[in-house]
Every structure is written in structure tokens, then in C-alpha cells.
């Protein structure tokens, strides 16, 4: 069975993401940015549960938290209060950790080469989401462009986005058609025990479970 490298943040679209990736086939290879993220710790417990749904064997854990060292957002510098969710909101959020996806994928795509992985799966959202720049799919084709260059010559390396068109309700109801575990899954920007239930990644969840006229199983 061909292998892929799932990015796992622990979340519902990465846990999306995995189904997905699952019932396209592949051997599930999992890996877990801690980038110095407020909600680490509850984001770990729920990649660890996620993959044991999903029987995963190959998990990394990888440290970049230099991010958090570098700041400037809400997520990795506590001195920023994550604010209350503005889903009107036009301009990139303070929730935006500055070329984060790059540094995830740069990972990503060293570990698919030693394990001879060809396909890298990220749940990025460009339709529903913050807004965050790193989550369009133009940036996942130039990044493609890059692996082809920095990779050898006998590495080729796909990066599907399978969520990158769809809406949280989407996202939502073909997790449920795949079974999904999303009641393992973790979304909350500010706390690691409650969902507060008020910042952008809260109210986002939500407002899908809302439309799919669905009950959030982590409430």
C-alpha cells in the first residue's frame, strides 16, 4: 500500500482530511507541528486519538516552535489576546502565524522523502476560513514547484488539499459520510479544556454544525 504524510494538527478538517485520505487508499503516515501553539497540549491528545482510530503506526512529532519565538500572532504570543470571532472580518487575522504552512510542509516534505511517501495531505480551506494567505491553493502549487526543485530527482511529490473548495458544513457532512472520528477532534484557539466557544475557529465550527443542521459531538 503506497504511503501519504497527513498533516495532523489534531483539528476537525485535518481529521476530515485523514478519512479522506484513508478511503482514497493509502497507508496513513501522521505528523504533528507543535509550532508553540496555545492549545498544544489538547492538540497533541487529539492527534495521539485520531490516529489510534485510525491504527496509524508512522507518527511524528516535529518541534517548530521557533514560531512562537518569532510571534506575532494570537495563537503563539501570549501577550496577544485571541479575540472574539468576527466571521465578517475581510482583513487577515491576528490568528495568522506568519508563514506557517511553509515551515509545516517543509517537514512534511522531508519526512514523505525518507519514507518514499508521494503524496502529502493538508486540510487547508480557502472558501470558509480565516482568510489566512498559506491556505490558498496557488500557494500549495508554488510549494509543489519548490519540492520538484529541492527534492531528488526520483521524488515526486503531489500536495492535495481536499477541503480547499468546501464550506465548514461541507467539511462537516463528508466527515460523516466517512465516519470520521470529529468527536476526537480539537478546534479551540483559546482553551485546552472547554471550547470557548467565541474565537474565529469556535464560531467557524459552529456556524457548520449549525448549517448541516448537526450537534457538535465535542458539546
Known amino acids: 500500500m503506497t504511503k501519504a504524510v497527513i498533516l495532523v494538527s489534531g483539528g476537525m478538517d485535518s481529521c476530515v482530511t485523514a478519512a479522506m485520505a484513508k478511503n482514497d487508499g493509502y497507508e496513513l503516515c501522521f505528523l504533528h ?7 498544544e497540549n489538547r492538540e497533541l491528545k487529539a492527534f495521539h486519538n485520531i490516529a489510534d482510530f485510525y491504527d496509524v503506526k508512522d507518527r511524528l512529532i516535529v518541534d517548530i516552535s521557533h514560531l512562537a519565538q518569532i510571534g506575532g500572532s494570537c495563537l503563539t504570543d501570549h501577550m496577544i489576546d485571541v479575540p472574539t470571532a468576527d466571521l465578517e472580518n475581510e482583513e487577515i487575522p491576528i490568528s495568522y502565524v506568519p508563514f506557517r504552512n511553509a515551515n509545516i ?3 512534511a516534505t522531508s519526512w514523505a522523502e525518507v ?12 472558501e470558509d476560513s480565516s482568510g489566512y494567505p498559506d491556505c490558498r491553493r496557488s500557494f500549495y502549487d508554488a510549494f509543489e514547484k519548490t519540492i520538484d526543485e529541492g527534492t531528488k530527482p526520483d521524488t515526486h511529490l503531489k500536495i492535495i488539499t481536499p477541503l480547499i473548495e468546501l464550506s465548514k458544513k461541507e467539511i462537516i457532512l463528508a466527515g460523516n459520510a466517512l465516519n470520521a472520528p470529529i468527536n476526537l477532534s480539537w478546534s479551540c484557539y483559546e482553551s485546552d479544556d472547554i471550547p470557548c466557544g467565541e474565537c474565529d475557529s469556535c464560531a467557524l465550527r459552529a456556524r457548520g454544525f449549525d448549517q448541516a443542521g448537526m450537534t457538535d459531538p465535542i458539546l
Do not use: W
Open 33 to 39: 507541528l507543535n509550532y508553540g501553539q496555545r492549545t
Open 105 to 107: 510542509l517543509s517537514a
Open 115 to 126: 519514507l518514499g511517501a508521494n503524496t502529502l495531505y493538508i486540510g487547508a480551506i480557502e
